[in-house]
């Protein structure tokens, strides 16, 4: 089992910036990806990044190249969001999410079935 919490959700204007954090715990040797899916009123809940915490490699949408970045701190398991030039489409509820299948972690990872450990959720609302 693995558990995920999400911190540093918030309310910040257009251009700003916000860092999500998520914190894993219990058998978190055998996590090897871990993502950042959010969702907004009345949208279906989309990937934003993702990452294979054994190579590194990387994946973001293409609705956040460029502004986001994400990281992983294997000592802590520790998992950060680096939130860049946020805009009004970015307001939704950001969820962290854990793998632990090493299969699924080397195919997609921004596809909710490669996650079995989802956290509760932290909010970020952008204002115009």
């Known amino acids: 089992q693995v558990q995920v919490v999400e911190s540093g959700g918030g309310s910040v204007q257009a251009g700003g910036s916000l860092t999500l954090s998520c914190a894993a715990s219990?058998?978190?040797?055998?996590?090897?990806?871990m993502g950042w899916f959010r969702q907004a009123p009345g949208k279906e809940r989309e990937g934003v990044a993702a990452?294979?915490?054994?190579?590194?490699?990387?994946s973001y949408a293409d609705s956040v190249k460029g502004r986001f970045t994400i990281s992983r701190d294997n000592a802590k398991n520790t998992l950060v969001l680096q939130m860049n030039s946020l805009k009004p489409d970015d307001t939704a509820m950001y969820y962290c999410?854990?793998?632990?299948?090493?299969?699924?972690?080397?195919?997609?990872?921004?596809?909710?079935?490669?996650?079995?450990?989802w956290g509760q959720g932290t909010p970020v609302t952008v204002s115009s």
């Open positions: 219990g058998y978190t040797y055998s996590t090897y990806c």
């Open positions: 999410a854990a793998g632990t299948h090493w299969s699924l972690c080397t195919g997609n990872l921004m596809s909710f079935g490669t996650y079995g450990y």
């Open positions: 990452i294979n915490t054994i190579s590194g490699s990387t």
